[in-house]
């Protein structure tokens, strides 16, 4: 793989699992050094330096970029992709429910780029990512909470870029299909006939199957690159064409 990220510091919230972990792998292969922000290490021991961090708790932030500028004096990327998922309509949601999507899934985003700005403007062409979801653009059932919390997302990656735009620090974001990551896989180990249930997830994709987690993080690669700088306020979809395309089914 091409090292085009040799020399930038990255930051990856979630970078234990998932999304966060292909994201890290990806970034590290090209040659940045990475820093994976998350609860607990999971499998990102030998592929990024693990910083405790819970984006839910802003003592917990602080603590965390407070250990990060002990160890490099400037930030080029920041990946937002710390979140939670949340099943149900909003007839069984709990107020603690909506809570706690919000403040991890969109509080969590706003936390960690407050904290990171300060290095981030240290960086000659810095970039954030932030990953949404396909639930931000289109209606899917038992998902009310988690709908809201990524709409909020999306809005929220286009103000972010706006305001920071003429600062040169660009905001992008990836909104992902269905992805075969352990939080569906969990979801999937809940249903009646877990088969059943991963074969309609995979034909509710128009390419037949779900997006993988090295494909969201080749694209969130693309948005952080340092050869896209006019790339700003993009939100792109990894999602097998469930967004743009009506097929005929097969």
Known sequence: MSEEFTGLTAVVTGAGSGIGLATARTFTAAGARVFGLDINVGAMDGVAEWIPCDVGSTDSVTTAFITLAARVDALDILVNNAGIGAVGSVEVATDEEWARVLNINVAGIARVTKAALPMLRRSAAASIVNTCSIAATAGLPQRAIYSA???????????????LIHEHIRVNGVNPGTADTPWVARLLNLAADPLAERAALEHRQPSGRLVTAE???SAIKFLASPEQLSTTGAMLAVDGGMYGLRVAAR
């Not at 919390?149 to 305001?163: E, N, R």
Request: net charge negative; no cysteine; charged share 15%.
């Open 149 to 163: 919390s990524k709409g909020a997302v999306q809005s929220l990656t286009l103000a972010m870029a706006a305001d």
């Open 215 to 217: 494909e969201v993080a």
